[in-house]
């Protein structure tokens, strides 16, 4: 059993930036795979980011790259999304995920695959 505790988010200006954090429990985080998906008002969830157990690979859906950055730290029990240069389009409640799953094609972006997630955190850009 794993629980995801996230914070950060809140609201910004078109521009600016803010940092997620997602705290795992448990003593095994490092054996997952973590990922951060969001979901704007009236639109399905989507993949954002997702960085591999070690944090050696990264994966972006292609509208965030070069603004966001996915990381972690295992000795923490902690994943970071770091947001720079922040769009009203970024507006959603964000989520952290686990999984375990990577050996499916294209895992990082299949939400079904992540089997626990964080409780969501709302990111509002103002324009």
């Known amino acids: 059993q794993v629980q995801l505790v996230q914070s950060g988010g809140g609201l910004v200006q078109a521009g600016g930036s803010l940092k997620l954090s997602c705290a795992a429990s448990?003593?095994?985080?490092?054996?997952?795979?973590m990922g951060w998906f969001r979901q704007a008002p009236g639109k399905e969830r989507e993949f954002v980011a997702a960085?591999?157990?070690?944090?050696?690979?990264?994966y972006y859906t292609d509208s965030v790259k070069g603004r966001l950055t996915i990381s972690r730290d295992n000795a923490k029990n902690t994943a970071y999304l770091q947001m720079n240069s922040l769009k009203p389009e970024d507006t959603a409640v964000y989520y952290c995920?686990?999984?375990?799953?990577?050996?499916?094609?294209?895992?990082?972006?299949?939400?079904?695959?992540?089997?626990?997630w964080g409780q969501g955190t709302q990111v509002t850009v103002s324009s």
């Open positions: 448990g003593r095994t985080f490092s054996s997952y795979a």
């Open positions: 995920a686990t999984t375990g799953r990577t050996t499916y094609s294209s895992w990082w972006t299949k939400d079904y695959l992540y089997d626990y």
């Open positions: 960085i591999s157990r070690s944090g050696g690979n990264t």
